[in-house]
């Protein structure tokens, strides 16, 4: 790594003074490298010890056999990933993971964009339908979790008293291997769904008000028109923003799966992190856990890299 | 016929009144600048030509059509933007096509991929690609039909803008500060060209402004805009050589019109400045006065008397073939500014005194509530010529 420091350009020295001038530019320039560096350091520290080491470490240890607080450990090459591979509680865990993302990622950023449409369109309460919208964004989602529970409970949960009281067939959402899934799923799109709304209104703020006066003159004065003509496509590069960071935050679900299911019925509502968590922390098998991570970890940046490029040359960006 | 009746509209923003009571008929393929200090409601006054704003009072015809509470669309005007407000996620050729495809598509021709198979959609694509090209030729911008307006230069994406306005053939274009985004040099090529536009399509413009040289060469008339109100309506010269209003000749003219405050005694003569000035109006005795002189109204004088201002040269600019001269005249309170002609001005000195006299009929007489007072027999051509057009 090398640090680019600006060095002003040099002096025509006189033969005379050029071996003093050397010397003063030599001290200037190794002055200035140790200020870059020392500006440079601490965030480079951190970024070492913090990201890259733990990284490294995690790559390194997918490869041994070692439980955790084991003295000794093995080196077992690429064994562990043979093994994730071949378990089919891993392979159930990556498709409910995928199809969770699949339901999560567009059910959120559809109601966010609908959500934050209607609240822009209306006059009154803005604040108000902001706040209780992006209240469960800030709630802890185990607390959040823990409210599911009873509404969701089969016998004497709102949900199904509401059901049953309208004739409508009644389910054990949590305990059903059908419905656990779009359950968690629905609870994930309602967490994420402030998130995306905010991040919309803030888009559709920006959007400026010349561009909807040229469509009405030019005749695209209906919702739709509009919504075609100019804000969708104004709104590409927030919903590319939102896009990735809800799909992230679906692909490292955990706190729901913990709390409400602990990943069954069976493994009907696995997902990645809570199998990594139950491998490297619950069964001790710390080798394993990480070459989950590793998978884990090459989902996600590949997903970010297909995300940026695909969508960076469909977006329009001002 | 697109005559433009604007009748007595009045506009508010919550309590604070924008348009007071503004009247105005605009003739068939005129050009109508609307000149005004920014914030004194002449972009609104456009918009709600455009029906992009209601107004709070009186009423807009287009052609023989009122068009209150009609929406943008169908109102037949087309308006280009001081932002431009090109669709920046299109191309040139898609941002020209849409007032077209919006028109003479259905929606369900629109549609985003079934539409391609609706009955007619191809043959009516086709025409509007044909009328795109030749609006973009015509334009100077035919190579420019795959670019993104990103990817323009200012006076580029100007023309786009015309070019959208142009292509569905409106009956009214409107133009909100237009050439404000550009240089120098590109402002004064464009507004030939928007003028040369106007002769060739020979519709009716009604273009916003805050610049006056802009006002000036464009224009067939000029109305005059400040607080709000409407304070003339005339052609370019008339507005600066017969103004109604002290504000209008203050706003008009560079440099700046010279005002001296006087007062009238006997004689028909006017004290200001330690001379007295023989002017025509008809007021009382010992009415205060503000007498109007335009920079080049001065001539040089080799002695003071009746009608001469003598004062001590303060600044001396030279701009080529003229020279403005500031001269600080005892008994008023700014520098008076003259302009003479560099050839035959002699060599002016800064400290030097100098006496510089005005012919009484290139005196503007303006009463202390700010409207001219004109001689007897001055017959007002603005008035004659709204009446005209009005009937």
């Known amino acids: 790594m090398s640090l680019a420091t600006s060095t002003a350009p040099e002096p025509a020295a006189s033969s005379t003074d050029s071996a003093g001038g050397r010397k003063a530019l030599r001290r200037q320039r190794l002055a200035e490298t140790i200020t870059a560096w020392s500006l440079a350091g601490p965030a480079l520290i951190l970024l070492v010890t913090l990201f890259f080491l733990p990284v490294f470490a995690v790559f390194a240890i997918a490869l041994t056999d070692w439980q955790f607080g084991a003295s000794d450990l093995a080196f077992v090459g690429l064994g562990n990933f043979k093994e994730v591979f071949a378990d089919e509680g891993f392979r159930a865990s990556l498709v409910n993971t995928i199809v969770y993302v699949a339901i999560v990622v567009p059910g959120t950023i559809s109601l966010g964009l609908v959500i934050a449409l209607l609240i822009e369109s209306g006059k009154s309460c803005r604040a108000f339908y902001r706040a209780i919208h992006f209240l469960p964004f800030m709630a802890t989602l185990t607390a959040m979790a823990i409210a599911w529970e009873p509404l969701l409970h089969p016998t004497i949960g709102l949900v199904n008293q509401t059901l049953a009281s309208l004739g409508l067939p009644t389910a054990n959402w949590l305990r059903d291997e059908g419905t656990v899934l779009p359950v968690l799923a629905v609870i994930g799109i309602w967490q994420n769904l402030g998130y995306a709304m905010v991040l919309f209104l803030a888009g559709l703020k920006s959007i400026p008000q010349d561009l909807y006066d040229a469509a009405d003159i030019d005749g695209a004065d209906l919702w739709f028109d509009r919504l075609r003509t100019v804000t969708l496509p104004m709104l590409g590069p927030v919903s590319m923003f939102v896009f990735i960071v809800v799909a992230l935050r679906a692909f490292e679900t955990f706190d729901t799966v913990q709390v409400l299911t602990q990943g069954g019925p069976g493994h009907a509502s696995e997902m990645l992190l809570f199998t990594l968590y139950r491998e490297s922390f619950q069964y001790l098998r710390t080798g394993y856990g990480a070459a989950v991570a590793v998978v884990f970890l090459c989902i996600v940046v590949a997903l970010t890299l297909i995300q940026a490029r695909v969508l960076d040359k469909r977006v329009h960006y001002q | ?391």
């Open chain 2, 1 to 391: 016929m697109n005559k433009i009746f604007i009748k007595q509209i009045s506009k508010s923003f919550g309590a604070t009144p924008v348009l007071r009571d503004v009247s105005l008929s605009i003739a068939d393929g005129e050009f109508l600048t609307l000149l005004g200090a920014s914030g004194c409601g002449k972009s609104t006054l456009l918009r709600i030509l455009a029906g992009l704003e209601l107004q709070t009072g009186g009423s807009v015809a287009i052609g023989e059509r009122v068009v209150d509470g009609v929406r943008p669309k169908r109102r037949d005007v087309a308006m280009v933007f001081q932002s431009y407000a090109l669709y920046p996620h299109m191309t040139v050729q898609d941002n020209m096509a849409l007032p077209l495809r919006m028109r003479r598509l259905s929606s369900w021709q629109r549609l985003p991929l079934a539409g391609r198979f609706m009955p007619g959609t191809t043959a009516t694509t086709a025409e509007i690609e044909r009328d795109v090209t030749r609006t973009a030729k015509a334009l100077g911008i035919g190579h420019l039909l795959a670019r993104k307006p990103g990817q323009l230069s200012g006076g580029q994406r100007q023309r786009v803008a015309v070019g959208r306005a142009m292509v569905r053939q409106p009956a009214v274009f409107l133009m909100d500060e237009p050439l404000s985004n550009l240089d120098a040099m590109l402002r004064v090529q464009m507004r030939a060209e928007i003028k040369e536009l106007h002769n060739r399509l020979g519709v009716t413009f009604v273009y916003v402004t805050h610049d006056e040289s802009e006002a000036m060469t464009m224009s067939d008339r000029v109305a005059v805009m400040l607080d709000g109100e409407l304070l003339q309506v005339a052609p370019p010269q008339e507005i600066y050589a017969d103004p109604d209003d002290r504000r209008v000749a203050e706003f008009i003219g560079s440099p700046k019109i010279n005002m001296l405050e006087a007062r009238l005694r006997d004689g028909g003569l006017a004290d200001a400045a330690g001379t007295s000035f023989a002017v025509a109006a008809n007021v009382a005795h010992g009415t205060a006065l503000t007498l109007g002189i335009r920079p080049e109204a001065f001539h040089l004088v080799d002695a003071g008397g009746a009608n001469i201002l003598t004062g001590a040269v303060r600044l001396v600019e030279h701009m080529g073939s003229d020279l403005f001269v500031h001269l600080d005249v005892p008994g008023t309170e700014h520098p008076l500014i003259a302009r003479l002609l560099a050839e035959r001005a002699p060599q002016i000195l800064t400290g030097q005194t100098l006496h510089l006299g005005v012919k009484p009929e290139r005196l503007l007489l303006f009463a202390a509530d700010g409207k001219r007072l004109r001689p007897h027999n001055h017959r007002n051509g603005t008035v004659l010529r709204m009446r005209e057009l009005a009937q």
